[in-house]
């Protein structure tokens, strides 16, 4: 967020320097020189890769001008040079442009869509509706509010495929000041930074014009410092074009799964952590399970729970991310939170991830336990078992885990042998059940779950069992 100028004696020469900023960027040839660094901000757009903008010497431009109303503009703008500025800007758009508004204290006051410029009755409406504002005496302010709604609007499916840049204008003239019976500060500020760190992602630029201040916000700080801490980790990964593939799946039903799809912020951790989201192209969110195979991802975080039904579900078994044990659950919760959860997230995806990644945080203990969660390979049903002398695919499955757990020597195959059985009646006697030496339900109910006790070495491995 780029801190223009205090005071409105100089409200809209700064305004008009934005808009000339706003021009270049608008007018700049792809193969030309021309910077306007000095006007941009946090919102990455010196990176922006704008190649979906049409460039046909038009501006085509999404603009939400972010008005504080509070009670402290009728001091520091007593004339409404604000809204004066508002309709001037809107005079200087040229058709190929849209604008809209939000208008807040610590309440929205009032909102606007995106009006076309060439609609000039919308926009003579939407002039006569600034015009008519007010600042309330007993308004407080809260930019966190205004952005977000500002967000909102910019973000909104309708408007993504209008080959415009978006941006925001904030005029304000103070940080944050909330009533004493309104939220806390801290919620206010971590709202700030998660929509913030969303316009980020999106490239999404906001220029603030302050009168009577000094145009520092609390909140860019923690957002740099955010954004510096991701880039390290992107940067520890690596070589950028070479990349993982993987997914996020909020839930799962047997033939098709919800998944985060693409520009989302899902999207965006899972691309700072240099994972590719091979479902990024799907436009609804919902996929089925053939496009899922197809894709076939490299690593799969999940919502709690989905790991279960992806290792029990039988379509999925050839998914090399279950075969190589690369599904995580992540918590919905922290695909959805952003401010300094971002840096965790991001982090420990990297770490699941790659090989070559080590991490050094401390994840919550919701990641701790996804990361050791055992997901079975198959799911037993009743009626099925296994004994000596029989040769299936999911007996090499079942040997596989006796192993893991200290109760069996050797290499895994498909034939329930004598040590198979051994090992089965050791495992038995270890976890409370019917001692039989046969891979039945409930011993295989226990063995494929992370309720398995392992070997600890007190029980008896010579034991034998006749047919």
């Not at 700080?221 to 799946?249: A, H």
């Not at 520009?263 to 399970?289: K, M």
């Not at 659950?329 to 770490?351: C, E, F, H, N, S």
Request: glycine content about 6%; hydrophobic content about 35%; proline content about 2%.
């Amino acid at each position: 967020m780029k801190r223009i100028i205090k005071g409105p004696a100089l409200f809209l020469a700064v305004l008009m320097l934005v808009m000339n900023c706003l021009f270049l960027t608008a007018y700049a040839d792809e193969s030309s020189d021309a910077q306007v660094s000095d006007t941009s901000q946090a919102s990455g757009e010196e990176n922006a890769d704008h190649s979906d903008v049409a460039n046909d010497g038009q501006m085509n431009l999404d603009v939400v001008f972010v008005l504080d109303a509070s009670g402290s503009m009728t001091k520091s703008d007593p004339k409404k040079i604000a809204i004066d500025a508002y309709r001037l800007f809107v005079d200087l758009l040229d058709d190929s442009c849209g604008i809209g508004y939000v208008v807040y204290t610590h309440e929205i006051i009032e909102k606007g869509d995106i009006v076309d410029v060439s609609d000039k009755a919308g926009l003579e409406a939407t002039k006569k509706k600034m015009a008519s504002i007010k600042y309330d005496l007993d308004g407080f302010t809260d930019i966190a509010l205004g952005l977000t709604e500002a967000k909102d609007i910019l973000t909104d499916k309708k408007y993504k495929d209008d080959h415009r840049q978006k941006v925001i204008i904030l005029l304000t003239d103070g940080n944050t000041a909330l009533p004493k019976e309104g939220r806390p500060l801290d919620e206010a500020d971590a709202e700030m930074e998660a929509t913030l760190m969303t316009l980020y992602d999106r490239q999404i630029p906001v220029y603030s014009i302050g009168l009577n201040y000094n145009g520092k916000m609390k909140a860019m700080s923690t957002l740099e410092s955010i954004q510096n801490q991701v880039d390290d980790i992107k940067m520890q990964l690596g070589d950028e074009n070479v990349m993982t593939t993987g997914c996020y799946i909020y839930e799962l039903s047997d033939d098709q799964c919800s998944v985060a799809y693409g520009d989302c912020y899902v999207s965006s951790l899972l691309d700072s952590a240099r994972v590719t989201n091979v479902l990024a192209e799907d436009d609804n969110g919902f996929v089925g399970i053939d496009m899922l195979l197809k894709s076939n991802p490299d690593v799969i975080f999940c919502d709690t729970g989905i790991a279960d039904k992806i290792a029990g579900n039988e379509d999925l078994r050839s998914l090399k991310a279950l075969d190589s044990g690369k599904i995580f659950t992540l918590p919905k919760k922290y695909v959805q939170l952003q401010g300094k959860t971002r840096i965790i997230t991001v982090d420990y995806i990297a770490d699941k991830a790659h090989d070559s990644y080590q991490s050094t945080q401390k994840w919550p203990e919701e990641f701790q336990d996804a990361a050791e969660k055992y997901v079975p390979p198959f799911t037993p049903k009743e009626g099925i078992y296994y004994t000596v002398g029989e040769t299936y695919k999911n007996i090499k499955d079942v040997e596989e885990r006796l192993i893991s757990l200290g109760y069996m020597e050797g290499t895994a195959d498909e034939t329930f042998t004598e040590d198979t059985a051994n090992a089965v009646k050791y495992f038995q006697s270890m976890n409370n059940l019917e001692v039989t030496g046969i891979a039945d339900y409930k011993t295989l109910s226990v063995l494929l779950s992370d309720k398995a006790l392992a070997n600890n070495g007190s029980g008896n491995d010579e034991v034998t069992v006749e047919y």
